[in-house]
């Protein structure tokens, strides 16, 4: 078997991309200020652009798309100024490459004129049969501004018979196939919609005599808002400045699918998911791995910062002492530079860095979050060795990633899944470490407080990355030529 | 939920028509009776024959009939009163999921997968109709 490692960009992580964030406001003035704000809490769902689209009473709607960190652009004094009212909604996106990201047309809030006012959504999630709905507007005669799957939600929208936009966007969701969390607003009224199945997070929170709606509680906690509650699957609130919240459940119910990876990695450890601290998942997500996966050693670290609860976790089970070995540089992050060749070559080096003195002569344990492609593990692993480390031992804090995500996740093809193609014991010959393990299925299940593990019947979360069940068919991708895991 | 018990008469009606049309129909009513349960608007529903078609009705919405035609024996139909807009409705959000026939008629093919979204959707505008 080849050991040759594909060269890799020395900013790509080789970490699974959550694709979108999303955030809204109603009752507060200046409300697009705070949309900023929960934005900048909500950067880690997506770094490479971002927008607002607000409503003023005499000035109408007024937005703004910008490539780049909210903190580079949505604190310009000069920008804000554009953005008045006391009602808007946000959108932060990831996206590689090509068609994904190439374009500030594809840059989210979207909005639409229609016979009833204007309205913006931003979207988090995916939609499986966007391209079958993409191709069905068209022959209507919609015009489309974008390559975003989203703005198949605006069309169908345009489409809908219905009286008022709540209706309509009712009417569109019901043919959006996929995950959503929809963050969407009218001139007075913000909407929030997650899909039946609840995959994508989003949750309600109040500060003072505004409403917020936020992907996740951290971008409550930016503004000092108080959470109440999450947005259930399911479910739509209409929010009026001064009527409250109305909730609905216009779709059939599904069993709820909640994204089982957002515990694992994408959302951010001070947040609360399901009434539990995500911090406190990922440090249980350690524990299990401990007891599951035992090895002697002296020194347990952590690759920054996302497996970092999991290793005090793990430590603390194991009693082998937590360190920090490895060092992260919090300021390379995904850059729009453009590598020369020599900084290529550097690798992870420009965002990793050993810390020799601990590590020197001690037989080490790694406690990384996930092992998507590989091409990070390895280096790192070479890293701790030419820091004199006796022995390296990998941990992962969640099973085998062997199938694409399909729902608001960047993943590669399945044949660039390193565990798509190998066994765990291939996999840790592949990477040259003295033993690779990862967690359970089971054993994440009961981390995320799951006593009896996974339902295999009927999945308490959607896992797809890790078992190749699909709650909604991938429509789009098998028609392109994806095969579904076969029935057992 | 489990639907009730299919009243006699249309079960007397119902035992005349093919096995896939009988068949098609069980999960129609299955999807219908669903979105009743699913929307605490919609008031109860209730089944009964009318022009001798198995109907369903609610206090919310208008009717909805259900019938299977030997003069076309591979579809099977569902009908609005013809004076409502809701096969505008329908036909605005769903144009592929169903052949439409004037203001009143829906068919659906009986060796084609159900499009259980648009049925959904039909009769939520249904039993919503007068909200």
Redesign the interface.
């Known amino acids: 078997m080849s050991t040759l490692m594909p060269p890799a960009h020395p900013f790509d992580d080789d970490k699974l991309k959550e694709e979108c964030g999303v955030f809204g406001v109603v009752g507060l003035k200046d409300a697009a200020n705070f949309v900023a704000l929960g934005l900048h809490a909500l950067q880690h769902r997506g770094q490479e652009a971002g927008g607002i689209v607000c409503h003023h009473p005499e000035h109408g709607f007024n937005n703004a798309r910008r490539f780049g960190y909210v903190r580079d652009n949505f604190t310009k004094e000069s920008l804000m100024k554009t953005l008045p009212g006391p009602l808007a909604i946000g959108h932060v996106r990831y996206s590689t490459a090509g068609s994904k990201g190439a374009a500030i047309r594809d840059v989210q809030p979207f909005f639409g004129e229609f016979s009833m006012g204007g309205a913006a959504i931003a979207h988090n999630g995916n939609i499986t049969n966007a391209d079958s709905l993409r191709k069905e507007l068209i022959e209507r005669g919609s015009i489309f501004q974008s390559s975003s799957d989203s703005e198949c939600i605006i069309h169908l929208m345009a489409r809908s018979l219905q009286r008022n936009i709540p209706e309509r966007m009712e009417d569109a969701l019901r043919r959006v196939e996929g995950a959503f969390s929809v963050v969407a607003m009218t001139r007075t009224k913000l909407i929030g919609v997650r899909d039946p199945h609840g995959v994508r997070p989003l949750v309600l929170g109040k500060l003072g005599e505004g409403w917020v709606l936020s992907s996740e509680t951290c971008g409550l906690d930016i503004i000092g808002a108080e959470y109440l509650r999450e947005i259930k699957p399911g479910e739509m609130v209409v929010i009026t400045e001064d009527g409250g919240v109305e909730s609905s459940f216009p779709f059939r119910p599904q069993p709820s699918k909640f994204c089982i990876f957002e515990h694992v990695y994408f959302s951010r450890p001070d947040s609360i998911i399901g009434g539990q601290s995500v911090y406190e998942t990922r440090r249980q997500i350690g524990v299990e791995l401990a007891r599951e996966n035992p090895v002697e050693a002296d020194l347990v670290c952590a690759v920054p910062d996302s497996g970092t609860p999991a290793a005090i976790g793990f430590a603390h089970e194991s009693g082998i002492p937590f360190g920090m070995g490895i060092i992260r540089n919090q300021y390379m992050g995904r850059t729009f530079i453009e590598p020369t060749e020599q900084i290529r070559n550097m690798g992870v080096r420009l965002k990793l860095n050993v810390n020799r003195s601990l590590i020197r002569g001690k037989r080490v344990i790694l406690v990384d979050d996930s092992v998507v492609r590989g091409t990070t593990s390895r280096k790192i692993k070479e890293m701790i060795l030419d820091a004199g480390a006796a022995e390296v031992h990998f941990r992962i804090a969640s099973p085998p990633t062997a199938w694409p995500c399909f729902y608001g996740v960047d993943t590669p093809q399945r044949d660039k899944l390193l565990a798509a193609t190998m066994t765990e014991d291939e996999m840790a010959e592949h990477l040259a470490v003295d033993s690779l393990k990862f967690i359970s299925l089971d054993g994440l299940y009961r981390a995320v407080g799951e006593a009896q593990g996974r339902d295999s019947s009927c999945p308490q979360y959607c896992d797809a990355c890790f078992s190749g069940e699909y709650p909604v068919v991938p429509a789009d991708m098998m028609e392109k030529g994806f095969e579904m895991k076969a029935a057992e | 939920m489990i639907p009730p018990k299919l009243p006699e008469d249309i079960t007397q009606v119902i035992t005349h028509w093919p096995d896939t049309a009988q068949k098609t129909f069980h999960h129609l009513r299955q999807i219908i009776f ?2 009743a349960a ?2 605490p608007q919609v008031a109860p529903l209730s089944e009964a024959l009318k022009w001798g078609e198995p109907s369903f009705l609610t206090k919310t919405g208008t009717t909805l009939r259900i019938d299977w035609k030997a003069r076309s024996p591979d579809e099977i139909g569902l009908f609005v009163i013809c004076r409502t ?1 809701l096969l ?2 329908i036909r ?5 999921a169903f052949r439409f026939e004037g203001t009143r008629a829906l068919y659906l093919r009986l060796d084609a997968p159900i499009p ?2 648009a049925v ?2 039909l009769a ?1 505008r249904t039993q919503t109709y007068k909200l």
């Not at chain 2, 605005?92 to 592929?96: I, S």
């Open positions: 669903d979105t699913s929307n807009d505008d409705q605005a959000m769903y144009p592929n259980e979204q959904a959707y939520t």
